[in-house]
């Protein structure tokens, strides 16, 4: 909560490559606390390592995560798509080396479980769409809105702290009734986040406009996180738990370099469709104001483009 508005404030008084730092101090304290208080764990039968599993799925996954990056700027070149096949047959290869493996990386009678199939589903959905709002909410704010990147950062505050403090009574709700009614309650209340984050136009204050539609966000995010941990980690054995936690966020991983390109085309896309139908409507105009009075970093630039076409009458 305090790191996302003081990467925002960084942006607006320094730089937003100085944002990325925040992290390095964080994830400093949180080792030393690991090494001080979290206590080792071993296996009692300990397990040889799958290299050619572990060579697959890093292939496979990193090729891919590149390829569709790439794929942002709406002008995939050749290394792009060929990273993208690669790394496609590297995940069959992975899936076809784990079926043969005495000692597989990741089990794949896992996956046999309806609830493990099912939560790591559902994972993939929701957080790619979360992912994908996250993504273009500030930069709506700040080119659309004229938000500065603190005020921008700072509107997601409501939703760190209902996430913060609904999560403990969340997790209560699985134990009191099991995690399919928390499981079908909070996309629910996610979907209408969404749909009330498409309710606002150009104007109007914060409270009325966004504020809303980031406590209903909250509210279902805050109803998902804990039941789907313990959905994942109940379908799966106990000496498999840890596994069974990793798959899950690599998948929240891989849905994040999804959920973000997806909305990054669709964003680019329709702008340049506006502007070619010779409008450009407020949404899509680029806000007066500078980020530190220097140019936006490249990754918001293309959204600004606008591109008229040019109609040829026939003789």
């Not at 292939?59 to 700027?73: E, R, T």
């Not at 009325?208 to 966000?217: C, I, N, Q, S």
């Not at 998902?224 to 840890?242: D, K, R, T, W």
């Amino acid at each position: 909560m305090l790191g996302q508005v003081l990467g925002g404030y960084l942006i607006d008084t320094i730089s937003w490559r100085v944002a990325f730092i925040v992290n390095l101090p964080l994830a400093i304290f949180v080792i030393l606390i690991v090494f001080r208080f979290v206590p080792e764990s071993r296996a009692e039968h300990p397990r040889a390592l799958d290299l050619p599993g572990v060579l697959l799925v890093t292939v496979g996954l990193g090729g891919i995560v590149y390829g569709l990056i790439g794929a942002s700027d709406q002008s995939l070149d050749p290394l792009e798509v060929v990273s993208i096949v690669v790394g496609t047959m590297a995940l069959v290869g992975f899936v076809i080396v784990e079926r043969h493996s005495s000692e597989p990386l990741v089990p794949l009678h896992l996956f046999g479980s309806r609830n493990f199939s099912g939560a790591n589903l559902m994972t993939f959905l929701l957080y790619a769409g979360f992912g994908g709002a996250l993504f273009l909410l500030p930069i709506v704010l700040i080119q659309v809105h004229d938000y500065s990147a603190t005020a921008a950062t700072g509107a997601l505050v409501p939703f760190a702290v209902i996430t913060f403090v609904m999560g403990r009574w969340s997790g209560g709700l699985v134990t009191r009734y099991g995690e399919k009614l928390p499981l079908m309650l909070g996309p629910a209340l996610v979907a209408a986040g969404f749909i009330l984050f498409a309710v606002p136009g150009v104007g109007g204050s914060y409270w009325t406009t966004y504020f809303p539609a980031v406590v209903v966000l909250g509210f279902g995010m805050s109803l998902v996180f804990a039941p789907l941990s313990i959905a994942i980690l109940n379908a799966v054995e106990e000496e498999h738990s840890g596994l069974g936690s990793g798959v899950n966020r690599s998948v929240q991983r891989t849905r994040n370099c999804s959920g973000w390109q997806c909305s990054h085309s669709s964003y680019w896309r329709r702008s340049i469709v506006a502007s070619t139908l010779g409008s450009t409507p407020s949404t899509f105009r680029p806000a007066k104001k500078r980020l530190c009075g220097r140019r936006r970093p490249p990754l918001m630039r293309p959204i600004t483009l606008r591109v008229r076409a040019v109609r040829i009458e026939p003789r």
